[in-house]
């Protein structure tokens, strides 16, 4: 079993940066990738980025290419979502999400295991 344990949420200003963490422990041999997913009030929960555990491919949403970067500790079992250049629209709940399955996938199903999520607000 995979438990996952997200930080770095907070408050910050439009156009402002934020680096989100996410600690795995358990399991881990069985993660074959690392997503991050967003959801704000109303609306359904969205893929934002994945990497594959090994740190070798990377999947973002359009939304945030070029503003967003994923990435992973191997020697701390920890992926981080550096987010820069905020926008208020970017306000949600973010989570990770760990999935076993091979390679990358978007499907919400496929990931088994997830945060309990960190607050994200960019006031308008």
């Known amino acids: 079993h995979v438990q996952l344990e997200e930080s770095g949420g907070g408050l910050v200003q439009a156009g402002g940066s934020l680096t989100l963490s996410c600690a795995a422990s358990g399991t881990t041999f069985s993660i074959n990738a690392i997503g991050w997913f967003r959801q704000a009030p109303g609306k359904e929960r969205e893929l934002v980025a994945q990497?594959?555990?090994?740190?070798?491919?990377?999947d973002y949403a359009d939304s945030v290419k070029g503003r967003f970067t994923i990435s992973r500790d191997d020697a701390k079992s920890t992926a981080y979502l550096q987010m820069n250049s905020l926008k208020p629209e970017n306000t949600a709940v973010y989570y990770c999400?760990?999935?076993?399955?091979?390679?990358?996938?978007?499907?919400?199903?496929?990931?088994?295991?997830w945060g309990q999520g960190t607050q994200v607000t960019v006031p308008a």
């Open positions: 990497i594959s555990w090994n740190g070798l491919s990377t």
């Open positions: 999400a760990a999935a076993s399955v091979p390679g990358l996938t978007r499907y919400l199903a496929d990931f088994g295991s």
